[in-house]
């Protein structure tokens, strides 16, 4: 599935949209951007991370991206314009760095 800014279907997803679009397909609803998706979340601790739980990232200075948590380390995320939907690790140097914190939906 391609990346698309502004995307929440299987025609194309952005960090947000792929979120809000799986938690509806799992029969629940959470806001759409990623501003609100870290308001409507209550923090968790990175030992404490489950399946589904919603990962935040810095990305140029600022909170701008979120991914889903699958376990073990690993999360879902649709990344930038150009690529496509993709699994990553919490443990590469890029995403350790970047992440904010986890969030899990209230």
Known sequence: MPYRYGGSSPDGFDCSGLVQYSYARAGVRVPR??????????????DDLRTGDLLFFSIDGKMSHVGLYLGEQHFVHAPS??????????????????????????
């Open 81 to 106: 314009s150009g690529r496509t939907v993709s699994i990553a690790s919490l443990k590469s140097p890029y995403y350790e760095k970047a992440f904010l914190r986890a969030g899990r939906p209230r």
């Open 33 to 46: 951007t990623t501003g609100q998706l870290w308001s409507a979340t209550r923090p968790v601790g990175r």
